[in-house]
């Protein structure tokens, strides 16, 4: 006798529908896929991209159970078009997912990270372990057989694909050939390629859509060269005044920079200087009445930051520079400095975008110790909305000249929340602009910057010295912050002459121009580094004889002549940089180890997927940081990260010096500071 079931049960049993209507929202999927990268800060901002970089995804992905799961990466550019990347298990029980993919458009890419349950793989593995057990074998070939069958009725299979699952399945079923040839169908090449491309996939799920913003290559990619126009064709006159050089005069430093390699010129601020507090030779107080003053101190009379010093030239002969550095290749950056000498027109029309003190007098800069007498800083509270407008005005001028790339001085020092407007504001009309961050400061404002829109960042480089800051360092450049924050590695500014190069020699600048020429795709070299110029300011980090404050005409070509020059070896790196992919990326550095606490191993590998020539494309550096020293040591090598099996010899060949090596995984090395203190090789496989 069946069992009675109560009224009031019945009456509170949930139907199907009713357990529907009444269940949460899944959040985590049929199949989790979680940790999705490169995202930045929750999806707050994009993740960041320039053309020609290749991008390493990632996601963790699981299932109940042991079924097999497939992971991969729809990736759409800005045409809409979508590409399917197999994501492969990185390590085995922490179920970690990545796959690199070149973007190559610019513009907004997304993606998002599909998992699913890979039913033939599932299949193939439970077979190849009951087939020859003798577990279920016609029961798991037909298993077998119905997953081809059901592939092949897929009519998004090109024909051929279907044939060969159709016959493929025939094979499973077919009781009359040997058992080797049915099992063999288990490792099937071309089945194992058709469900590579396109998989026997059952249920699914899909992570988020997420941004990456790709700009143009130059934002992320390119050698810089600092000078001061003024400098350039400057002479003094007899009575002690100076001539100051003008673009026209500077064009001619334009050639020989080319030649070296570079691909951007950064001038310092162009505008008019005011006169009020200006700062004489080494920052003194004291300025005589020729001393031109510092050029951050911007505006005079003569205008503001949409005029251009007298001394330097006309509208007409800044255009006419631009057009002469593009003959050379060369990109012209101009600084957008945001703040004022005393003698700006702002302080007259707009002097509520200054700080007034409470004797009535207006702030000026400080950096306790340091103070600047000579400049005023804006204060964005006042007025924020005519101060933007102001410097969009200023911007867009430039911009309506030629100008593509501003390197914007000591951007920490203004709202972080203006840097996002104004950038948002240019890029959205002017997408090839390039904002550069002067910002040497604390670790959150550096990353919030760039966060925010900021294409590019100088960064703690020039301070990090030893081994073990290096390899600190570039472990957080080419992957901690790598997918929002662009590194230029400048070895050198007019404020910065670190202790290290004022008593490293000429090892020292050759070592620091190696590691920034190789460590990122993007660095820079303020003039005079070439020469060696290492005596400083007593007491100071500048160079002594500040360019800041005073004409600097050089002699390059003595220099060279006299073979007191570093030029030579600054073009072999930028050649170098050229001619190898693999330099061109950030996010693709490994350490490697040695035996020394002074020898430096690091390797840059890119495989032949992303290369114009096909071939995978590996350079290895090896540096004595010690400027000041011979060493001999060995070092270690992790083969695998670019592509060769531990214990396999290989060539490596010194790009500097030409000389080469049969190496493997532990190495010796003698690098001597004085003559080559960097090994910068490139590996080849000996049967290539």
Request: overall charge negative.
């Amino acid at each position: 006798m069946a069992k009675k079931v109560s009224s009031a049960a019945a009456a509170t049993a949930p139907t199907a529908a009713d357990v529907k209507s009444i269940a949460p929202v899944s959040r985590i999927g049929r199949i989790p896929v979680l940790g999705v990268s490169p995202v930045v800060s929750c999806g707050r901002w994009p993740a960041r991209g320039f053309v020609g970089e290749v991008i390493p995804f990632e996601a963790t992905a699981f299932r109940e159970g042991h079924d097999s799961i497939g992971v991969e990466l729809l990736l759409t550019d800005p045409s809409g078009r979508t590409t399917r990347h197999p994501m492969h298990l990185v390590t085995v029980g922490l179920d970690d997912y990545s796959a690199l993919a070149q973007v190559t458009a610019q513009g907004t890419w997304t993606f998002r990270v599909r998992a699913y349950a890979d039913e033939w793989a599932t299949w193939q593995h439970n077979a190849e372990i009951k087939i020859p057990a003798g577990i279920d074998v016609e029961l798991m070939y037909t298993m077998g057989a119905e997953l081809l069958v059901g592939a092949a009725k897929d009519k998004n299979r090109p024909v051929r694909e279907r044939d060969a699952l159709a016959r493929a399945a025939e094979l499973l079923l077919d009781t009359s050939i040997d058992d080797a040839a049915r099992f063999a169908v288990l490792s099937d090449p071309e089945i194992e390629r058709i469900v590579k491309v396109r998989p026997i996939s059952g249920i699914a799920s899909e992570s988020e859509t997420a941004e990456i913003r790709v700009e143009r290559s130059r934002a992320g990619l390119g050698s810089w060269y600092e000078f001061f126009p003024r400098s350039e064709g400057a002479k003094q006159r007899e009575d002690g005044s100076w001539q100051s050089g003008t673009f026209r005069t500077a064009a001619n430093r334009l050639g020989p920079v080319a030649d070296m390699g570079f691909d951007v010129v950064y001038l310092p601020p162009i505008h008019p200087i005011g006169t009020s507090f200006r700062k004489g030779p080494n920052n003194s107080l004291t300025p005589g009445e020729h001393d031109p003053g510092s050029p951050w101190a911007i505006g005079s009379p003569a205008g503001g930051h949409d005029a251009i010093h007298p001394d330097l030239g006309t509208v007409d002969d800044f255009t006419w520079f631009i057009k002469q550095a593009a003959r050379h290749n060369l990109e012209i950056a101009i600084d957008l400095a945001l703040q004022a000498s005393p003698d700006h027109p702002w302080v007259t029309t707009h002097p509520e975008w200054f700080t007034t003190l409470p004797d009535g007098s207006i702030a000026y800069a400080e950096n306790p110790p340091k103070k600047y007498q000579d400049i005023y800083p804006v204060n964005f509270d006042n007025d924020p909305e005519g101060i933007r407008a102001e410097v969009l005005r200023i911007v867009r001028y430039w911009i309506s000249l030629g100008v593509k790339i501003f390197r914007v001085d000591n951007p920490h020092t203004k709202p972080v929340e203006f840097w996002e407007w104004l950038i948002a504001t240019v890029n959205a009309e002017s997408p090839d602009v390039v904002f550069l961050a002067e910002a040497f400061t604390r670790p959150a404002m550096m990353q919030a910057l760039a966060r925010v829109g900021f294409q590019q960042s100088y960064t703690y480089f020039t301070w990090r010295n030893t081994k073990e800051e290096l390899e600190e360092f570039f472990t957080s450049i080419s992957s901690e912050t790598a997918d929002f924050l662009r590194p230029n590695l400048f070895v050198n500014t007019p404020d910065i002459l670190t202790e290290y190069l004022q008593f490293g020699g000429p090892a020292a600048f050759t070592i620091r121009a190696a590691l920034a020429a190789t460590a990122a795709p993007t660095w820079g070299v303020y003039s005079g580094f070439e020469l060696f110029e290492n005596v400083a300011r007593p007491g100071s980090e500048e160079n002594i004889d500040n360019e800041k404050y005073e004409y600097k005409p050089r002699d390059f070509d003595a220099a060279d002549a006299a073979g007191k020059s570093l030029s030579v070896y600054i073009g072999m790196l930028n050649k170098i940089r050229r001619a190898h992919p693999a330099l061109q990326q950030l996010r693709n550095l490994t350490l490697h180890s040695s035996n020394d606490d002074s020898i430096l191993v690091y390797s840059k590998h890119l495989d032949g997927a992303f290369t114009p020539s096909g071939a995978a494309d590996t350079i290895l550096v090896v540096a004595n940081v010690d400027p000041h020293s011979v060493r001999e040591t060995m070092v270690h090598l992790d083969t695998t990260a670019f592509g060769i099996a531990p214990g396999t010899p290989f060539r490596v060949t010194d790009l500097i010096t030409g000389n080469a090596w049969e190496w493997g995984t532990d190495n010796f090395v003698r690098l001597d500071a004085f003559v080559e203190p960097v090994h910068i090789f490139h590996v080849e496989e000996l049967n290539k």
